[in-house]
């Protein structure tokens, strides 16, 4: 009746996380001058640290708060070029803080991505009628976080870079076999998720696409944007 202890070891792939950074360091943006100031609005510190770390792997700088009062408090002293706001917060909700920023600072306040982990076509819905700017759902993955960035700050990132990214993409898909392609054509016209994930995977891991380019497919992929996706692609 004493119980039991239990030891194990994980081993940590730390090969994987080393292609991560060496994707990212291709596919984030190239600035103009001063990256954005980014403000987190999260109740949960480890949400917020998640997010903090991979801002600052695009080279954004962040700042963090608790609540959506206390968000409020910190544009009342700085304005952040964007903020994200997490949608379930206890007292007041992300919508009901976006609100009350949107009242305070009109046309002035900043460009707002909710996210969360609730992102069903219903509540995607809600989202939209708050005006939010973007869009993301937990847990955060790094493509989409680019895409959004590439897409609320277009003016303030040199303007062929994405455009190049997507020529590089297209080029490497052309060198694929006939069958291979027209199956990955098929698969994005139905808008087949799961089918063009498992695709990109097993692409990526046999190394007939590049990491950068299956980073990029994904992100198109989960933006919804077919169209951007199959341009790409054909």
Not at 12 to 39: E, G, H
Not at 194 to 206: H, I, P, V, W, Y
């Amino acid at each position: 009746n004493k119980g039991s202890r239990f030891y194990f070891t994980l081993p940590i792939a730390q090969a994987k996380y080393r292609t991560l950074l060496n994707s990212v360091s291709k596919m984030k943006p190239n600035w103009k001058d001063t990256p954005p100031l980014a403000l987190i609005v999260d109740d949960l510190e480890q949400n917020s640290t998640v997010l903090l770390r991979l801002l600052n792997l695009l080279d954004i700088r962040s700042e963090s708060v608790g609540s959506g009062q206390e968000a409020i408090q910190f544009l009342k002293n700085k304005t952040p070029d964007i903020i994200f706001m997490d949608i379930m917060m206890p007292k007041m909700t992300g919508i009901e803080a976006f609100e009350k920023i949107k009242s305070l600072l009109g046309a002035n306040a900043p460009k707002c991505v909710a996210y969360s982990a609730h992102v069903l076509e219903h509540e995607k819905e809600i989202y939209d009628r708050a005006l939010f700017d973007g869009l993301l759902a937990k847990p955060i993955e790094l493509d989409e976080l680019i895409q959004i960035i590439f897409e609320l700050f277009p003016d303030r990132i040199n303007s062929d870079e994405k455009e190049d990214k997507n020529k590089c993409a297209h080029k490497e898909i052309q060198q694929l076999g006939i069958e291979s392609k027209n199956q990955l054509i098929n698969a994005a016209e139905r808008y087949a998720v799961t089918e063009l994930m498992r695709k990109f995977d097993r692409l990526q891991s046999s190394e007939t696409l590049s990491s950068d380019t299956c980073l990029l497919l994904r992100s198109l992929t989960r933006s919804g944007d077919v169209k951007k996706l199959l341009k790409v692609l054909r």
